[in-house]
């Protein structure tokens, strides 16, 4: 996630470190950088101009020229200038005070938007919520069936009509049902096209009129950069619309959407998609953004990632086994679910303050790859070998190895990286699990 302007940007900074005093041209020099840094992250150039101006103006200002630190609070002013670009706080999705509350999706086709759809729901199903999906995009083939396959998956009704065309009747007669069997919230997908068209905006406008909805969501794709500024403009002058939720931000590594969407079209960033997976949804928090733009970790959310995905009572096992020195590799793979869960080891760990620069000044590769044939390696063991790895001899080894398509070196390697890990746990009674890295073979 923005890991080309996040280089660019950490580069910049170091220019700057160990110098007692910064000069006024130290400072112009850096916010050349800094803007050219920005538009080639395709960050709107409005918005480029008046953020580096924003943050030349304090650069230049006490708080840096009478600083011992300059460069740091050179580092606290862009953090500071990016997240008021951004909100300066997250803004929550308004709920109606009578259910249900109703939220119309929109956006352009390809942007993700029934997938955000289902994800919305699952995330409203987390916070005590009983939502109902409806199904209007009527123009797309299988869209409703796509729809209806995703609600499954996340346990959240859907309410479609087989053959009908009348996306205003489906939503109107959606919120209908959802009110009859007392659903709270109900998330209307509409159809998208390939390019804001009179067409759908005049459908849009008519599901609008016909469900009064509490919010509309834009959903727009992050790595379309500055054509993702543009849809929210055109949406916006078309349908007032209440928030965006940007989806594919995982896999932007400029981030020009992100740091231009709200400045541009004066609405919230409400959630991020940061993943292919259904629970890969966050709120979004301006703070926690600017910090991960920055590399600098984003520590709330790694935790919240934690508590909803990691189970207290499996943790505090796991610590008395690590103690106890009687760890098994049928543990390790239970804690390593747990952990995969939380979204690709590259970006969870990601979000450890400083990890990144650790992990680039020792080029280490973060592999998702390797996890899973680390786990392909243990599932292929019986119960007796995960828990007794020593009776795990020549021929068990072969079996191993072509039961989880892996060599018989990858199953050696595993197994004695393993003991090596167990020794140092049980040396160190701390709890913790820091040598997954060295069963990732690094």
Do not use: W
């Amino acid at each position: 996630m923005f890991d080309a302007l996040t280089d660019k940007l950490q580069g910049i900074f170091s220019g700057l470190k160990g110098r007692g005093k910064l000069t006024e041209s130290d400072i112009d020099q850096a916010m050349r950088a800094i803007r050219l840094s920005l538009l080639e992250a395709d960050v709107s150039l409005p918005v480029v101009k008046q953020l580096t101006s924003n943050i030349a103006a304090r650069a230049k200002g006490s708080e840096v020229m009478d600083s011992l630190t300059p460069d740091q609070q050179v580092v606290k002013i862009v953090s500071d200038e990016l997240t008021t670009l951004m909100g300066e706080s997250n803004v929550a999705l308004p709920l109606a005070s009578k259910p249900p509350t109703i939220v119309l999706m929109a956006g352009l086709q390809g942007s993700g938007k029934t997938t955000c759809s289902a994800k919305l729901a699952r995330y409203f199903v987390h916070q005590g919520r009983a939502p109902m999906l409806v199904a209007c995009d009527v123009h797309r083939p299988a869209a409703a069936e796509q729809l209806a396959v995703l609600g499954q998956q996340v346990g959240v009704p859907v309410h479609r009509e087989e053959g009908s065309k009348d996306a205003v009747g489906i939503a109107r007669r959606g919120i209908e049902e959802a009110r009859r069997t007392g659903r709270d919230l109900v998330i209307v997908d509409t159809a998208g096209r390939l390019t804001v068209d009179a067409e759908m905006m005049d459908e849009l406008v008519r599901i609008k009129e016909a469900v009064t909805p509490t919010s509309v969501v834009l959903v727009v794709d992050a790595m379309t950069g500055q054509t993702a500024v543009e849809v929210a403009k055109a949406f916006g002058e078309a349908v007032d619309f209440d928030g965006v939720a940007l989806t594919k931000l995982d896999g932007d590594a400029r981030g020009g959407a992100a740091l231009s969407v709200r400045a541009v079209s004066g609405k919230p960033i409400l959630f991020v998609g940061t993943g292919e997976k259904l629970e890969a949804l966050e709120p979004f928090h301006p703070d926690r953004m600017a910090s991960r733009i920055l590399g600098m970790g984003d520590v709330m959310s790694l935790i919240e990632r934690a508590q909803e995905n990691v189970d207290v009572g499996d943790a505090k096992r796991l610590e008395e086994k690590v103690r106890s020195g009687s760890l098994t590799l049928e543990d390790f793979l239970d804690q390593m679910q747990q952990v995969r869960k939380m979204g690709p080891m590259s970006q969870v760990l990601g979000m450890i303050p400083g990890f990144r620069n650790v992990a680039k000044a020792k080029d280490l590769q973060v592999d998702d790859g390797q996890l899973e044939r680390v786990e392909a390696i243990i599932r292929s063991m019986t119960l007796q070998e995960r828990r007794n790895p020593d009776v795990i001899n020549g021929s068990r080894r072969r079996r191993i190895a072509a039961g989880s398509g892996t060599s018989v070196q990858e199953v050696n390697q595993l197994l004695s990286q393993f003991k090596q890990m167990r020794k140092l746990m049980k040396q160190m009674g701390s709890g913790r699990m820091p040598a997954l890295g060295g069963l990732m073979g690094r």
